[in-house]
Every structure is written in C-alpha cells, then in structure tokens.
C-alpha cells in the first residue's frame, strides 16, 4: 500500500512492538489514532470512536486496528461504511487471530514498507525486524534468526530502550521484577515468579532475566499481584486456554489472563496440576 489517503491506522501504545508500529507509521505519514488503553485494550472502550476516526481522516474507507479486538465495534464499523482491517496475532475468548507473523511484521508487509523504505524513514531495518522477532517469539526467536550475537546485543539493547518509553513507572517496575525474580520458586522444573509489589506488570522484564539467566527456552509461570498469570514456554497451552479461557501468544507457546470480579485468577496449584 503506497496511498494512505483513505487509511486510519488504530493502534495503542501499551507495548514495544505497538510503540515501534506507531514510530514508523508517523514517520511515513500514515493517518493515525493513539489509543490511550493499557494491555488487554478492546475496541467497545474507544468512546466516540467513529467521529475520533473522521477527525483523524475525514475521507477514511479503510480502518486497520493493531491488536484492539472487539467484533461487535468492528461491526458497527463496517455498517458505518469502512472497510475493517485486523492486524493481530493473539487468541482471545472466542476469538481466533494467531498469526505466524507478529504484528509489526504484518503492518510492514501491509503498507508496503520494505527494508528501503525504512531506511528513508530513519530506521534501522534490522532493529525493526528484530523487534518483530522478540514479539513474535521473544529473545529466542532472536537468537535463532539473528546468528551474530553483537546484532542480537543491538537489537535488544534498543528494545530496552522502547520498554523505557512506556511510562514513569518503568524503574519501579524493573525493580519489582528483581525482587521477584530474586525471590523465585522452582516447581517440578517450572519457574514461578510472583510480583512482590501489588498489580505491577512484571511479566515482560521477567522474561528478559529468564533469557539472561537461561541458554534456552523456560516454562515460566508469572502471577502479578491479583490481576495476571501468565504461563510462558509451555506444552500446556492449549489445555490452559480450554480450562480458563483468557488470550494466548507467543505462537501459542504462551497463555495469559486477567482476572475480572466476577472469575478470579486461578489457583496456582491447578495451574501447575495441568501443565507438569
């Protein structure tokens, strides 16, 4: 796609691949609406999201959301008269969107930018790639593309650097991450790692020491206060999204769910019983 006159691209900016989409989307002139969720952003919380839409682009035909699912917004959408786009690579409840490529990779491909094009807009094409490739399939996923291990150091270390960008807070939640990771059990070979600071999102720095501390990849269990688990590198995915619902990634070789009041976390004992 070389022509954006009719475009609105809708993605948040709660993660490192999300902030990268939105870098190299300003950057070539891709109309475009921020939205200020957090994770686990669904589309029927964009208030007025049709007329923030005409604001952005008064002629747009063609709205293409990153990861902010909601069909029955997308259907209102549509009956509004654009022509909705999906660009995801998750599985929530009932709701099917895993894709091969990550989300960044797909928006490239999509808009047509390839690694020339990058290069005119400022970008490093291997760093970008590479954000891709830790999204898709996280530092293991790198190291397995990306042979030479000084690039791997470059891409990361620049991954660092959008993970920085996120907030205010990200000092204190590398902290909290370290005392936790500080404070891990083991399970039956099966890493658990609970945040020691209530409702901090922990589970991406978590990651990030598994691969400082581990040759290959970990089964990892991350409970963060009372509103996430997650279970990373796991044969028991599947089994896990069937029992309790939530969202799966990582090419479903990860698991994720957010509590809500009416159906708490699960209890790590059942989590553990079907996945050792």
Same mark, same amino acid.
């Given at each position: 796609?070389?022509?954006?006159?009719?475009?609105?691209?809708?993605?948040?900016?709660?993660? $490192? $691949?999300?902030?990268?989409?939105?870098?190299?989307?300003?950057?070539?002139?891709?109309?475009?609406?921020?939205?200020?969720?957090?994770?686990?952003?669904? @589309?029927?919380?964009?208030?007025?999201?049709?007329?923030?839409? &005409?604001?952005?682009?008064?002629?747009?035909?063609?709205?293409?959301?990153?990861?902010?699912?909601?069909?029955?917004?997308?259907?209102?959408?549509?009956?509004?008269?654009?022509?909705?786009?999906?660009?995801?690579?998750?599985?929530?409840?009932?709701?099917?969107?895993?894709?091969?490529?990550?989300?960044? $990779?797909?928006?490239?491909?999509?808009?047509?930018?390839?690694?020339?094009?990058?290069?005119?807009?400022?970008?490093?094409?291997?760093?970008?790639?590479?954000?891709?490739?830790?999204?898709?399939?996280?530092?293991?996923?790198?190291?397995?593309?990306?042979?030479?291990?000084?690039?791997?150091?470059?891409? &990361?270390?620049?991954?660092?650097?959008?993970?920085?960008?996120?907030?205010?807070? &990200?000092?204190?939640?590398?902290?909290?991450?370290?005392?936790?990771?500080?404070?891990?059990?083991?399970?039956?070979?099966?890493?658990?790692?609970?945040?020691?600071?209530?409702?901090?999102?922990?589970?991406?720095?978590?990651?990030?020491?598994?691969?400082?501390?581990?040759?290959?990849?970990?089964?990892?269990?991350?409970?963060?206060?009372?509103?996430?688990?997650?279970?990373?590198?796991?044969?028991?995915?599947?089994?896990?999204?069937?029992?309790?619902?939530?969202?799966?990634?990582?090419?479903?070789?990860?698991?994720?769910?957010?509590?809500?009041?009416?159906?708490?976390?699960?209890? @790590?004992?059942?989590?553990?019983?079907?996945?050792?």
């Amino acid at each position: 796609m070389k022509n954006f006159v009719h475009v609105v691209l809708l993605t948040p900016k709660n993660d $490192e $691949e999300s902030l990268m989409i939105g870098k190299i989307a300003r950057a070539a002139g891709v109309p475009m609406l921020i939205s200020e969720q957090p994770h686990g952003a669904r @589309l029927e919380k964009e208030k007025n999201l049709i007329e923030r839409i &005409r604001e952005v682009n008064s002629v747009a035909r063609d709205v293409y959301i990153v990861e902010i699912p909601g069909v029955e917004t997308e259907t209102t959408l549509r009956t509004a008269g654009f022509d909705v786009h999906v660009i995801d690579h998750h599985r929530y409840d009932a709701l099917d969107r895993m894709q091969d490529e990550s989300s960044l $990779e797909q928006f490239l491909n999509i808009f047509a930018i390839d690694d020339a094009r990058l290069v005119e807009l400022g970008f490093d094409p291997k760093i970008v790639r590479g954000v891709g490739m830790i999204d898709r399939g996280f530092l293991w996923a790198l190291r397995t593309e990306v042979p030479d291990k000084d690039e791997q150091k470059h891409i &990361r270390d620049y991954y660092r650097t959008l993970t920085m960008e996120l907030g205010k807070d &990200r000092v204190a939640i590398e902290n909290a991450a370290k005392a936790a990771w500080d404070a891990r059990e083991m399970h039956g070979g099966t890493i658990v790692v609970r945040s020691t600071t209530k409702d901090i999102g922990i589970r991406d720095t978590i990651s990030f020491l598994v691969a400082d501390n581990f040759d290959t990849p970990q089964q990892v269990i991350v409970i963060e206060g009372e509103r996430r688990m997650f279970v990373q590198e796991s044969d028991a995915v599947a089994r896990l999204f069937a029992e309790y619902g939530g969202f799966t990634f990582g090419r479903d070789r990860c698991w994720g769910i957010q509590a809500t009041p009416e159906k708490p976390l699960p209890m @790590l004992d059942d989590v553990l019983a079907a996945i050792l």
